[in-house]
């Protein structure tokens, strides 16, 4: 193996320790806590793993965390009347709804009903619009945190080429947009992509969203590149155990990349201790205090 393994939960914890610093300085100034909202509706056991995980973060960051656990039947009404009661509440400063949301209910309507200036996810159009024209908003968390990490093993991306696997709204468009401000020169390839192995060859920097293990192979990776591995698979193991593999062969990418990233252990700590960063920036901002680094 000659590439340097990214250490996603290091650089999550050292993000997390900021993040309560900047908590703490925030309580001292304002006289109480950043407030993150998360809603769950339904009882999806892996969205109820996420949840769990962000309130207890957001306790451990100092933060005040108010869970929000409703029925699967429950209507597209009442969830939008929660949002409204959610964006009214000046001890909320962040508000997440954990997706996927039960197939009854509108998504996009329930999304965009999110205060943009407490949508700590990023996911609402404003910001998105915030994101692509370069102003002041919230950007999702797992690119933001692909992004961290990329700046960190590398420094300057200026004039990098970079090659973005997947264009959910979620990941891959906010990451291709972020490398762009970065002054990369970008590629998005996604399923209808002639020839993928050819784009990810030339690329500096390689971020994989795709959802399909081990779907870029070690041959195709440049010499030296960066890896950002961000799918997450549930695997059955061969000893019958379930096991979680990302979207790169990492083995075979290891052998000739410059960095990578892991799965688990590099891009999913790094979202989580985004969302804490978000929060606490949007605290700042809603009282006007200087927003953290
Ligand atoms: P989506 O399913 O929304 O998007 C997948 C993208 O991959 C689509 O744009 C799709 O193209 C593209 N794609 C699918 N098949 C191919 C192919 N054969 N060749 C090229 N591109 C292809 O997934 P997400 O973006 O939400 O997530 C991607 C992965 O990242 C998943 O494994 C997910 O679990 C993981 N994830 C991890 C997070 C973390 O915290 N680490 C957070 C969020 C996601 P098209 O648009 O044409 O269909």
Redesign the pocket.
């Known amino acids: 193996m000659t590439a340097m393994i990214i250490d996603g939960k290091a650089h999550a914890a050292a993000l997390r320790a900021r993040v309560a610093d900047g908590v703490a300085g925030f309580v001292a100034a304002a006289g109480r806590k950043p407030g993150l909202a998360v809603v769950l509706v339904g009882e999806d056991p892996a969205s109820a793993v996420y949840v769990r995980t962000k309130t207890r973060m957001t306790a451990e960051a100092g933060m005040a965390g108010f869970e929000h656990r409703l029925p699967a039947d429950t209507t597209s009404d009442d969830l939008l009347a929660l949002v409204d009661r959610l964006n009214a509440d000046d001890t909320v400063d962040g508000i997440l709804v954990q997706l996927p949301l039960p197939a009854h209910i509108d998504e996009r309507r329930v999304l965009t009903r999110i205060d943009p200036d407490k949508d700590v996810d990023g996911f609402h159009p404003v910001n998105v619009g915030r994101l692509a024209t370069g102003l002041h908003g919230f950007v999702p968390c797992?690119p933001l945190?692909c992004l961290m990490l990329l700046r960190a093993t590398l420094g300057e991306l200026s004039g990098l080429e970079a090659v973005v696997?997947?264009?959910?709204n979620?990941?891959?468009k906010p990451m291709a947009q972020l490398l762009l401000q970065q002054s990369c020169t970008v590629t998005v390839?996604?399923?209808?992509?002639r020839d993928?192995a050819a784009h990810v060859r030339r690329a500096d920097i390689v971020v994989a969203?795709?959802?399909?293990p081990h779907?870029i192979k070690g041959d195709w990776i440049k010499p030296g590149a960066s890896v950002i591995d961000?799918?997450?698979?549930r695997i059955a193991k061969e000893d019958g155990g379930a096991g979680l593999v990302g979207?790169v062969d990492f083995a075979g990418a290891a052998a000739v990349a410059g960095a990578i990233t892991p799965v688990p252990g590099g891009?999913?700590p790094m979202?989580i201790a985004c969302l804490m960063r978000n929060t606490l920036v949007a605290a700042c901002r809603r009282v006007c205090a200087a927003e953290p680094e």
């Open positions: 797992t945190g696997v997947g264009r959910s979620i990941v891959g390839a996604h399923s209808r992509t993928v969203a795709v959802g399909i779907f961000v799918g997450i698979n979207d891009v999913g979202t």
